[in-house]
């Protein structure tokens, strides 16, 4: 059944809000927002609303978000618009109350504003309408406490940090959104025999970081842009959140064949090579260096190809010393609609060991490049088999691998297992394992001590309109987006509860369909709200004693806020029961991250008045969290704002 989380639990208490968007207990609805007394005031009904639902976007006037000094990341890196002045003299431009009231239930699906239908109830729709009303009329008490947020009557669970290391700095404090985080670092990969980490900074280095003595050593530096002194003369990284060095993932047998992998993003439009540049790394062979073709042509042809995403594989043929020596093969090569939502994510099945099936086999998380949120041919891309956005991958990289048990990729660099769900159909994409995801940017095993041949991968997918969630991967699943985003279904006008026959088509190509499947539903949710967040950071399942609290839990955070929260592994694991309706319940954190990120930027250097970049919850500055584990259970928490690694140290009740 579905349990409520505690910051749900917290903001019925203190607001009479829930946490989510249409949540259903089994066998009743639960209305997603407990109805006013008939007595209150409609404009403080309105008001409440408000500040839970609006005011992150548009501001504590209903100003827009331009005018409201919030800058919506995402829509000026496509060039778009915000609000207008939502209380000037012709804000409605004569609408109705009714019409402005179907604009908030509905959305404007051509815009970033979604629907608050299944949100929000009639009442407080009809409370927002009043209280914009009031606004414009210049009511002074409209204002009161219209950017307060529900009041958290629990004391939360208390976490402590320790700073663990200080990357490199190699943003630019003067820049602004991500030139000006002092150091992009987006993953830590364990070496094995935990002696170093290999660390991903999107600007450009791969470090390698000793655990011993904490020294930064630049392994391999990506960032050839303009002159710049490495490898790639098309690297992009600047501005776009998910740009540049993306990620590295070492070979399960890295300790005896030095091989490992990266996704980097290049910018096609650039005129210079797309080969490595000679010389850039001193014991680099590129003798054998190709180019692949693109893995796919572009989903419409008709519009340029903005960015390709890169999967590479390296050979180092000395693992025991801090520099590189040996060869590079490029793997993959995808065209990108937009510089958002790229490959993201590489993985290996810890338990698969010479010999079995899954050995060496990799996994791919894609994102959907943001073709979801299109209004064109492009939306249906993560339900489209033939196309590889908005999905995860399965493949074999070593060409050696396998060979009887799989065939060979078009572009010839890969192989691709015979026993992947969609190989037998005719015009699907054979690499596919699951798909309807909008952007799988964190693949993570747990591995169940009492069943340790069979662990499960979870996913955490970024959202669009109200939802970050946590998915299990199974074979064959399809997870809806855009059709189903979170426990909801997507329509054209706005969110709403999943129909009664709960199927979506088969989608093989544009045109062609085969068949209907029941869409597999998350096991975690939290939305876009105060209460919530703007974009999942990813998690891990915590085993171990080291942190007792925490024990058997899912560890998750927010990107752009810096909020923890953790959900029993028991609550999520029956959570996996095919419904839409059932979600584990999630407990924050007290971990104080922001307050935390932000002394350490301007200790750093950094320059203004907030963090860099802004987003829709966080408001103006983001942390932009990212987390990782070791091997021994060690949890770190990174933040690119102020280039910190720190460590959870402890996590304690409060009394």
């Known amino acids: 059944m579905f349990r409520m989380s505690a910051i749900a639990a917290a903001a019925l208490a203190g607001s009479a809000l829930l946490l989510g968007t249409g949540l259903v207990a089994r066998g009743r609805q639960a209305p997603p927002v407990a109805a006013p007394a008939a007595a209150q005031d409609p404009v403080a009904v309105g008001q409440q609303a408000y500040a839970i639902y609006c005011a992150s976007c548009h501001g504590p006037r209903a100003q827009g978000a331009e005018k409201a000094g919030v800058l919506i990341t995402i829509i000026q890196e496509r060039g778009g618009k915000q609000p207008p002045d939502l209380t000037d003299a012709t804000w409605d431009h004569g609408a109705t109350d009714e019409a402005i009231a179907t604009v908030i239930t509905q959305g404007v699906p051509t815009t970033m ?12 729709v009809k409370g927002v309408v009043a209280y914009l009303r009031a606004l414009a009329r210049g009511e002074p008490g409209a204002l009161a406490g219209a950017t307060a947020i529900a009041t958290k009557t629990a004391t939360l669970p208390k976490a402590d940090l320790a700073e663990y290391v200080r990357m490199p700095i190699t943003g630019d404090p003067t ?14 990969r364990e070496e094995p025999g935990g002696r170093r980490f290999f660390v991903p900074d999107l600007n450009g280095p791969l470090y390698l970081l000793d655990r011993r003595t904490k020294q930064v050593t630049t392994y391999l530096d990506f960032n050839g842009l303009e002159g710049r002194p490495g490898l790639f003369p098309r690297f992009t990284y600047q501005r776009n959140f998910a740009m540049g060095l993306i990620n590295v993932v070492l070979d399960p ?35 054998g260096y190709a180019l692949t073709d693109l893995v796919m042509p572009p989903v419409r042809p008709d519009v340029p190809v903005d960015r390709v995403g890169v999967i590479v594989e390296w050979t180092d043929r000395d693992v025991t010393n801090a520099t590189f020596e040996g060869t590079a093969r490029e793997i993959l090569r995808m065209p990108l609609d937009t510089p958002i939502h790229p490959l993201g994510e590489m993985t290996f099945n810890p338990v698969a060991r010479r010999g079995d099936p899954e050995w060496r086999v990799m996994y791919v998380g894609v994102g959907d490049a943001g073709t979801g949120e299109r209004q064109d041919g492009r939306r249906l891309v993560p339900q489209r088999l033939d196309t590889l956005g908005g ?147 990813g998690g891990f399942v915590v085993r171990g004693n080291a942190i007792p609290l925490l024990k058997d839990s899912v560890l998750l955070g927010d990107i752009t806020t810096g909020k923890l929260w953790y959900a029993r592994l028991t609550d999520v694991l029956a959570a996996d029961d095919g419904r839409a309706d059932t979600l584990a319940p999630l407990q924050e954190l007290d971990a104080g991250v922001r307050p935390l990120v932000e002394a350490t930027f301007r200790a750093r250097g950094g320059r203004g008045d907030t963090l860099p970049g802004a987003a829709a919850i966080s408001g103006r500055g983001r942390v932009d969290m990212r987390l990782a584990q070791d091997e021994a259970g060690t949890i770190y928490v990174i933040t690119k704002s102020d280039g910190v690694i720190r460590t959870l140290t402890s996590v304690a009740a409060q009394r």
Request: cysteine-free; hydrophobic content about 40%; overall charge neutral.
């Open 253 to 287: 047998d890295y300790a005896r064949n030095g091989v490992f992998y990266t996704i980097h993003t290049e910018d096609p439009t650039i005129a210079a090579p797309a080969t490595p540049r000679a010389g850039a790394v001193t014991g680099l062979d590129l003798q």
């Open 113 to 124: 504003m979604p629907g608050f239908g299944a949100m929000l109830t009639e009442a407080q």
């Open 175 to 188: 820049g602004d959104l991500t030139r000006a985080q002092l150091s992009r670092v987006n993953f830590m």
């Open 391 to 537: 999905k995860i991958l399965r493949i074999v990289p070593d060409l050696r691998e396998h060979v009887a048990t799989s065939t060979v990729s078009a572009n010839r660099r890969y192989r691709i297992p015979n026993d992947n769900p969609f190989a037998s159909i005719a015009g699907a994409r054979k690499e596919i394992w699951a798909l309807g995801i909008r952007n799988p940017h964190r693949l993570v095993w747990d591995v169940d001590p009492a069943h340790p041949t069979a662990p499960r991968l979870f996913a955490f997918n970024i959202g669009l309109t109200g939802w970050e969630t946590v998915l299990i991967v199974e074979k064959g699943a399809n997870y809806g987006y855009p059709l189903r985003e979170g426990p909801l279904a997507m329509t054209p006008k706005g969110m709403a509860p999943p129909p009664a026959d709960d199927t979506i088509p088969v989608q093989v190509t544009a045109t062609m369909t085969r068949g209907t499947v029941r869409p597999t539903y998350p096991v975690i949710a939290y939305p876009h709200t105060a209460l919530g967040g703007d974009a999942i950071a």
